[in-house]
C-alpha cells in the first residue's frame, strides 16, 4: 500500500485560523476544492475557535426606498430599466420605519438593516436617513444601511450619526461584475467600501452566487472580500433571487453543496467575520441550511421579506432554530421580555 501525506500537514491546513488578508488566488482554489468531508471538518473547527457554533445573530431587513433605482444591476427587481412588475414607493417616512423596528426587535433581531434603490444619496436623502438611524438605535438595536455609492464625507457623516455598519457588496469576481452592472465599475465598489473603513465603520461586504458566474469567478470573489485591507465585519452570501423581468431569471442555479463550499471557504478565509446566510434561504431545504451553519455561517436575515423578495416565515426559522439546538445571539441591550420573540421561543 502507498503512504500517504496527511492533509492536515500541507501547510496551508497548517495555517488555517490565523487572520490573513495576504491569501493567494491558488490557496483559495485548493480550500474550495478540498474533500467536502475534511472542508467541513476545517471550517466548522475554526469557527467553533472564534464564535459559539450555536449562536447566530438575527438581522432584519426594510426597503426604506423601493424601485426606480437608476443602475442596471442584471439581478435586481428594483432596476427601471427591467419590467419586474414593482411598485416603486418614495423614502418613507420615520414613523413607519420605527414601528418596523420594533416589530423586528420584538421578533428577535439585534440588527436593523435598511436598503434604499439609490445609485448614491443626495444630502438631503442622507439627512433624513441619518434621523432614521438615530431612532433605531435609540430602540437599542444596532443599524445597517446600503445606499448605494458613498463619499468620504458621506461616509463619516454616517459614523458620526452612530451608524454601526454599511453594507456594500462586490457581488461577484471583477471580470464577471462587468457582464452584470454596466452603469457603475467594481473600482466604484472598492472605494466606497475604503470610503467606510477609512470612516471607521463596519463594513458588510458579500456577493450573490447564481448570477452566471464560474468557479474561477467564484475563487477571485472570496478572493477579493479576503483580501481588502481589513475583512468585513460582516460577510453576507447571497443565493440569487430570481426576479421575472430581470436578465438573469432562469439562471444556473448553484447546486447546494457549492454553496456550502462557498460559506465554508469564507469562513476559513474571514475566521472572526460573521458569514451571513443571506437571501436564497427560503429556495433552500432546512438540511442546506443546517449545513451551511455547519460550515460557518452564523447570521442571517429574519422576517418574511427581504427588500422585495420572500424570505421564510418567522415561525418556520423558529422551528428550524429549534430542531437545530441553535440560540438567536443576545446583543440588543433592550430587549422587551413581554413579546413574543424568537429569542422567547427558540433563546
Ligand atoms: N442600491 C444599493 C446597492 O446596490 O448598493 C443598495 C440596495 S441593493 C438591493 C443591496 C444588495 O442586495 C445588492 O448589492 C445585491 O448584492 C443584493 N441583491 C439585490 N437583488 C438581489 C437578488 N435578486 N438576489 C440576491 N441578492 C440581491
Ligand atoms: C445583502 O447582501 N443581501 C440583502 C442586503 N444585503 C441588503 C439584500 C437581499 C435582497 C434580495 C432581493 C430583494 O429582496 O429585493
Ligand atoms: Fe439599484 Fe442596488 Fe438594485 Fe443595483 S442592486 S439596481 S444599485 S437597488
Redesign the pocket.
Known amino acids: 500500500m502507498s503512504e500517504t501525506i496527511s492533509a492536515d500537514a500541507h501547510p496551508l491546513i497548517a495555517k488555517l485560523g490565523s487572520v490573513r488578508t495576504d491569501w493567494r488566488l491558488a490557496e483559495v482554489q485548493a480550500l474550495l476544492d478540498l474533500p467536502f468531508a475534511d472542508l467541513i471538518h476545517h471550517a466548522q473547527r475554526v469557527h467553533r475557535a472564534n464564535f459559539d457554533p450555536n449562536e447566530v445573530q438575527i438581522s432584519t431587513l426594510l426597503?426604506i426606498k423601493t424601485g426606480a433605482?437608476p443602475?442596471d444591476?442584471a439581478?435586481?427587481?428594483?432596476s427601471i430599466r427591467f419590467e419586474t412588475g414593482l411598485q416603486s414607493e418614495p423614502l418613507l417616512d420615520m414613523g413607519a420605519v420605527l414601528e418596523k423596528a420594533r416589530v423586528a426587535r420584538a421578533n428577535g433581531a439585534t440588527r436593523f438593516c435598511m436598503?434604499?434603490?439609490?445609485?448614491s444619496p443626495k444630502q438631503k436623502q442622507l439627512d433624513q436617513i441619518i434621523e432614521m438611524i438615530k431612532g433605531v438605535r435609540e430602540l437599542g438595536m444596532e443599524t445597517c444601511v446600503?445606499?448605494?455609492?458613498l463619499t468620504d464625507d458621506q461616509a463619516r457623516q454616517l459614523k458620526a450619526a452612530g451608524l454601526d455598519y454599511y453594507?456594500?457588496?462586490i457581488?461577484t469576481s471583477e471580470s464577471h461584475y462587468k457582464k452584470v452592472i454596466t452603469t457603475r465599475t467594481y473600482q466604484d465598489r472598492l472605494d466606497t467600501l475604503e470610503a467606510c473603513r477609512s470612516a471607521g465603520l463596519n463594513v458588510c461586504c458579500?456577493?450573490?452566487l447564481?448570477l452566471g458566474e464560474t468557479p474561477l469567478d467564484r475563487a477571485q470573489f472570496l478572493h477579493t472580500l479576503a483580501t481588502l485591507p481589513e475583512h468585513p465585519q460582516s460577510v453576507?452570501i447571497?443565493?440569487?433571487?430570481?426576479?421575472p423581468g430581470?436578465p438573469?431569471y432562469g439562471a444556473e442555479k448553484p447546486s447546494a453543496l457549492d454553496f456550502v463550499r462557498v460559506i465554508a471557504v469564507a469562513r476559513l478565509l474571514m475566521p472572526r467575520s460573521y458569514v451571513r446566510l443571506?437571501?436564497?434561504r427560503s429556495d433552500m431545504s432546512d438540511e442546506t441550511q443546517a449545513l451551511c451553519f455547519l460550515a460557518g455561517a452564523n447570521s442571517i436575515f429574519y422576517g418574511d421579506k427581504?427588500?422585495?423578495?420572500e424570505n421564510p416565515d418567522e415561525n418556520h426559522d423558529a422551528a428550524l432554530f429549534e430542531r437545530l439546538g441553535i440560540r438567536a445571539q443576545r446583543t440588543c441591550n433592550e430587549l422587551s421580555s413581554s413579546e413574543h420573540s424568537l429569542q422567547e421561543r427558540v433563546g
Do not use: F, K, W
Not at 75 to 78: A, K, P, V
Not at 115 to 119: H, L, S, T
Open positions: 426597503s433605482c443602475e444591476c439581478y435586481c427587481s428594483q436598503g434604499a434603490a439609490y445609485r446600503t445606499l448605494g455609492m453594507n456594500h457588496n457581488d458579500g456577493g450573490i447564481g453576507p447571497n443565493q440569487l433571487m430570481q426576479v430581470t438573469l443571506s437571501a436564497g427581504l427588500l422585495t423578495t
